[in-house]
C-alpha cells in the first residue's frame, strides 16, 4: 500500500519563506527582521511556529539574534571577499580594467532578464534608482555618485530575477563601487564625455523598461565599452606623460 505523504510542518513552510525573501534580495544583509508579533501577523501564522522557523534560519547562519536588540539578517553571508584581496585589486590598474570585463558580462546579463522578466515595480525603481543618480552628481562628489550608479545596477540586478546575479554583485559591492569611483575621478579628466555616458545610461534605462532584452544586453555593453575604451587613452596618455617628465 501507499504510505500517505508526510505533512510539511508549517515551521518549514514559514523558514522557505524566508529563506526566499533573503534569496530574492527582499531581507537585505545587516537589515532588522519586524518584530515578532508583526511578522506572525504578516504571514498569518502563530508566534510559537514563527518562533521555530527563525530558530531554524539563525541554526542556518541566515540570522543573528541580538538579546533585546532584535533579529537581523546574517552580513557574514555577503563575505566573498577578504580585505587582503580587496586591497590587492582595489590597488592594481590591470584589477581595475578586469572588473570593467566582468562587468561587461554580470550587467550585460543582468539587463537582458531584467528587461525579460521585470516587472512594473521593478521598472519603477530602476527609474528611481537612475533619476537619483543625476541628484547625486550636483554634490560633485565622486564617493557619492559611484554608490548611486551602483545602486541602480543592483536594482537591474534585482529586476533580473536571478538570485546568482543579484548576490554576486552585492557580495562585491566594496569592490565594484571602488572601481565605479576610480573610473569616475580618471574620466573627470575628459568632462565633455560625461554627457555621453549619461546618454547611453539612459538608452540602457529605456530598453529595460520597454521589455527589450536584446536591445538591452546591447546598451550595456556599448555602455561599458566606451567608458574602457576612453580609459584605456587616458591611461596610456598618463603613462606618456609620466615618461616625459622623467626624460626632463
Known amino acids: 500500500m501507499q ?3 508526510k505533512q510539511k510542518k508549517l515551521s518549514d513552510i514559514i523558514l522557505v519563506q524566508l529563506e526566499n525573501m533573503i534569496l530574492e534580495g527582499g531581507l537585505l544583509p545587516g537589515e532588522k527582521l519586524l518584530p515578532e508579533r508583526e511578522l506572525a501577523k504578516k504571514f498569518d501564522v502563530s508566534r510559537p511556529s514563527l518562533r521555530e ?25 555577503m563575505k566573498s571577499f577578504s580585505d587582503p584581496l580587496f586591497d590587492l585589486m ?6 581595475q580594467f578586469d572588473l570593467l570585463e566582468f562587468r561587461h558580462g ?33 554634490e560633485n562628489d565622486y564617493s557619492i555618485e559611484a554608490n548611486a550608479v551602483y545602486e541602480f545596477y543592483v536594482a537591474i540586478c534585482t529586476a ?20 565605479i569611483e576610480r573610473n569616475l575621478t580618471m574620466l573627470a579628466k575628459r568632462p565633455d564625455i560625461f554627457s555621453k ?11 529595460i523598461t520597454s521589455g527589450q532584452p536584446k536591445k538591452a544586453w546591447g546598451a550595456s555593453h556599448r555602455h561599458l565599452a566606451f567608458i574602457e575604451e576612453v580609459l584605456l587613452k587616458l591611461t596610456h596618455e598618463h603613462s606618456r ?4 617628465m622623467r626624460r626632463m
Open 3 to 5: 504510505q500517505p505523504l
Open 53 to 77: 522557523a527563525v530558530q531554524k534560519l539563525e541554526a542556518k547562519g541566515l540570522v543573528t539574534r541580538k538579546q533585546g536588540g532584535g533579529t537581523f539578517v546574517s552580513k557574514a553571508i
Open 90 to 95: 582595489a590597488e592594481n590598474n590591470e584589477s
Open 106 to 138: 554580470i550587467e550585460g546579463m543582468a539587463s537582458y532578464y531584467a528587461a525579460m522578466r521585470g516587472t512594473s515595480a521593478d521598472f519603477e525603481n530602476i527609474q528611481a534608482k537612475h533619476d537619483n543618480i543625476g541628484n547625486c552628481q550636483l
Open 160 to 179: 533580473s530575477h536571478n538570485a546568482v546575479i543579484l548576490h554576486t554583485a552585492r557580495s562585491m559591492s566594496a569592490l565594484l563601487v571602488d572601481n
Open 197 to 207: 555616458i549619461t546618454d547611453y545610461r539612459r538608452n540602457l534605462l529605456d530598453a
Open 241 to 244: 606623460m609620466e615618461r616625459s
